[in-house]
């Protein structure tokens, strides 16, 4: 059974630097097309965060979220990154894991990914 868990939410002060990571069980990442982060906002739509390509390694981001965001892999082949620089009020969200088994359409695209994480909360205090 596919299972991805999600952790290091928490609190952080405006400024601050985090990373959230993305443990998948069950699969490797080389088993999947693409790993995303996506993060949803108390009250609005979930929003694409940044998200990566098992072959090659292409790294795709939203677009208020290039610059501070960064999306990697860590050393097992099971676990996913997303580091948070200079967190703003504004990044105050629940972070989602997710992985799409195939292409085949935009890295944005909600409808593309297979599999959801539970969510991990981040609060920056403003």
């Known amino acids: 059974q596919v299972r991805l868990v999600e952790s290091g939410g928490g609190l952080v002060q405006a400024g601050d630097s985090l990373r959230l990571s993305c443990t998948s069980f069950?699969?490797?990442?080389?088993?999947?097309?693409?790993m995303g982060w996506f993060r949803q906002a108390p009250g609005k739509e979930r929003q694409f965060v940044a998200a990566?390509?098992?072959?090659?390694?292409?790294?795709y981001y939203g677009d208020s979220m290039r610059g501070r965001f960064d999306i990697s892999r860590g050393e097992t082949k099971n676990t996913l990154y997303l580091r948070m620089n200079s967190a703003k009020p504004e990044d105050t969200a629940v972070y989602f894991c997710?992985?799409?088994?195939?292409?085949?359409?935009?890295?944005?695209?909600?409808?593309?990914?297979?599999?959801w994480g539970q969510g991990t909360q981040v609060t920056v205090p403003s």
């Open positions: 990566t390509t098992a072959i090659g390694g292409s790294k």
């Open positions: 997710a992985a799409a088994n195939d292409g085949g359409s935009f890295a944005y695209n909600e409808a593309m990914y297979n599999y």
């Open positions: 069950g699969r490797t990442f080389d088993d999947y097309w693409l």
